[in-house]
């Protein structure tokens, strides 16, 4: 690990680090070590399970503690390696995360040398590539913490695990009593899937951008890495678009029940974007076409085949309304909003959508979605659709999202990769059972053991992990109204599909699981989540 003559300056430190640990070969690729952890050996570490007190979600790949501990104290500082701006944000993200609570100082700084005991040390250089990009390894002693990775990204997330080695406490706005021990050991960690979703709908009831910046800080805690923002709908249009400004003045002006809607400006939709980089989670925005259009439609005659702008709709009926596929006036105003929300996205995804478009005849679905794909790629951007999509001929850039499984599968046949969703298994606006006040229920009732107790491989017929680009729950919002809304239903289910997203599918286990989730009833409690309590859970 500090193999890598860049890092000699450390060697101090490595020389420590190397007494009480013998690590695995930084050679060793991630599949191999996953058998090797299972294995017994003639190291001197002592591999348990994850133990009692530790509740890691999700669960990392390999796990070796020592029985020892590290306490962050008065005098801790953090160190980062010099010359790197990036490095320093995320640096600053861990102080910023761990003062409130312990109220310590946690100056924070580049390392020269090599630090003190007592120090946190994050380091990209004679890190382990076979880590790759957003894994990460994280040393503890009883002298000193080492998060290296070979990317910032694996840092950040090794950060949001050392948070959840650390008491759930240190979660809390306000100083509280420590000790703040973490238990010692190694954890080398790497994501099964590159794609760890959520989606939020705010077109059919809008969120303004505080609360999506919680949002965004909550996903980042159990290592969810993409954010989809479904931007417009039926009841909906919720991004400024400067060259059609009655899309957001006209189109956003409600929502379901007949509310006053919003929509962000482009400088709140780029700041966001911003935000949620800082946080390692790419924002896909989604344009929902040619059916969920009637705010577009409203907003515009001339995108209706009659000239007539219907009015602005406030119910939850879905599948009444297309573009008009006819009219060249609707490829202009589509490539228009692709290209202002591309210029202010730097993300590689753009959502069209594409589901449901009941009121739009197949052959004309089919064509549009082939144009639209080209402007797409004309903007800079790789097409995501809803799974329907698969039913024109697809781009091999082009990703399908699975949430009933049929066209997944013809997605697959032409080659393409899917993110999976499915409604019964992964929709956050499911009911949790009959009970449940929010949500509704079309695709079943969905318990926190329903949404965890599932394999994206293995979940649909025909589309299997080599298919698969990763795991996304989306939160549709007709009944959903307000924050606390927002967490009822995406916690704690979403824990679940960060793990199913994350962790290693072999050893997830529904008892190991829910006594570690009902670890983080405490931790949700002191970042104020407003969490569904569920009864198949033993809360502490
Ligand atoms: C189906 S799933 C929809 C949404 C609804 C949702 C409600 C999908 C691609 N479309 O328009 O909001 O069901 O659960």
């Given at each position: 690990?500090?193999a ?7 060697s101090?430190?490595a ?7 013998i690590?695995t070969?930084?050679r060793t ?7 090797a952890?299972t ?6 570490i ?5 133990t009692?007190?530790?509740a890691?979600?999700p ?10 501990t590290f306490t ?6 953090i ?10 944000a995320?640096?600053q993200?861990?102080a910023?995360?761990?003062r409130?609570?312990t ?13 003190p005991?007592?120090?946190i040390?994050?380091?990209t250089?004679?890190?382990d590539?076979?880590?790759g ?5 994280l ?5 000193a913490v ?9 840092l ?9 080695l ?9 100083p509280?009593a ?14 099964r899937?590159?794609?760890r979703?959520?989606?939020?709908d ?6 303004g ?8 800080d909550?996903l980042?805690?159990?290592?969810i890495?993409r ?11 919720r ?9 957001a003045?006209?189109?956003g ?5 007949g509310?006053p ?9 780029a700041?966001?974007i ?24 409203a907003?515009?005659?001339?995108l209706n085949c ?11 009926e879905v599948?009444f309304?297309?573009?008009c596929?006819?009219?060249e ?7 228009d ?31 549009f979605v082939?144009?639209?794909q080209?402007?797409?790629?004309s903007h ?7 799974e329907?999509i698969?039913?024109?001929s ?11 499984g049929?066209?997944?599968?013809e ?22 059972t009959?009970?449940?006040?929010l ?9 926190v ?18 298919h698969?680009l ?7 919002t ?9 967490e ?25 699981y829910?006594?570690?989730l009902?670890?983080h009833g405490s931790r ?6 407003n ?6 859970v033993?809360?502490e």
């Amino acid at each position: 690990m500090f193999a890598n003559p860049s890092s000699q300056k450390y060697s101090a430190l490595a020389a420590l680090f190397a007494a009480t640990f013998i690590l695995t070969s930084c050679r060793t690729p991630p599949e191999a070590l996953m058998s090797a952890h299972t294995r017994e050996t003639a190291t001197p570490i002592r591999k348990t399970a994850i133990t009692p007190t530790i509740a890691v979600i999700p669960r990392p790949a390999s796990v070796a503690f020592t029985g020892e501990t590290f306490t962050l104290t008065a005098d801790t500082q953090i160190f980062v390696e010099p010359d790197s701006p990036e490095l320093l944000a995320v640096g600053q993200y861990l102080a910023e995360r761990l003062r409130p609570a312990t109220a310590y100082p946690l100056p924070m700084q580049a390392a020269t040398g090599a630090p003190p005991p007592g120090s946190i040390y994050l380091t990209t250089s004679g890190s382990d590539p076979t880590l790759g990009e957003e894994g990460y390894e994280l040393t503890v002693t009883p002298q000193a913490v080492i998060l290296s990775a070979p990317y910032p990204a694996g840092l950040f997330w090794g950060i949001q695990t050392l948070r959840q080695l650390l008491p759930p406490a240190v979660e809390s706005l306000t100083p509280q009593a420590g000790p703040w021990t973490l238990p010692a050991g190694t954890i080398r960690d790497w994501p099964r899937f590159p794609w760890r979703g959520m989606m939020l709908d705010v077109s059919r009831h809008f969120f303004g951008p505080a609360e999506v910046r919680r949002l965004i800080d909550l996903l980042a805690l159990y290592k969810i890495n993409r954010l989809h923002l479904h931007l417009s709908d039926d009841q909906g249009w919720r991004i400024e678009i400067r060259s059609w400004p009655n899309l957001a003045f006209h189109g956003g002006s409600t929502q379901v029940g007949g509310g006053p809607g919003g929509y962000y400006t482009q400088e709140e939709y780029a700041d966001l974007i911003a935000y949620a980089r800082s946080r390692y989670i790419i924002i896909v925005p989604e344009i929902d076409m040619p059916g969920h259009t009637n705010a577009a439609l409203a907003s515009y005659p001339e995108l209706n085949c009659d000239g007539v702008a219907p009015p602005l709709y406030t119910g939850t009926e879905v599948g009444f309304s297309s573009l008009c596929l006819e009219k060249e006036v609707t490829y202009r105003f589509v490539d228009d909003v692709v290209s202002e929300i591309a210029a202010l996205t730097p993300g590689p995804y753009f959502h069209i959508g594409g589901d449901e478009a009941m009121a739009t005849p197949l052959p004309q679905y089919i064509a549009f979605v082939e144009r639209v794909q080209h402007i797409v790629q004309s903007h800079g951007k790789q097409m995501i659709g809803w799974e329907e999509i698969a039913q024109a001929s697809l781009l091999s850039t082009s990703i399908a999202q699975v949430w009933h499984g049929g066209m997944g599968r013809e997605a697959v046949r032409q080659g393409n990769r899917v993110i999976m969703s499915p409604a019964f298994k992964a929709y956050l606006d499911m009911k949790y059972t009959p009970d449940t006040p929010l949500g509704l229920h079309w695709a079943g009732y969905i318990e926190v053991r329903d949404a965890y107790e599932w394999d994206p491989a293995t979940v649909a017929e025909g589309i299997g992990e080599e298919h698969i680009l990763g795991v996304e729950a989306p939160l549709w919002t007709e009944t959903i109204q307000t924050m606390a809304d927002i967490e009822w239903m995406t916690f704690p289910r979403l824990m679940g599909y960060a793990e199913i997203g994350w962790s290693p599918a072999s050893g997830r286990d529904w008892e190991e699981y829910r006594s570690r989730l009902g670890r983080h009833g405490s931790r949700l409690e002191a970042l104020g989540v407003n969490f569904y309590r569920s009864p198949q859970v033993p809360w502490e």
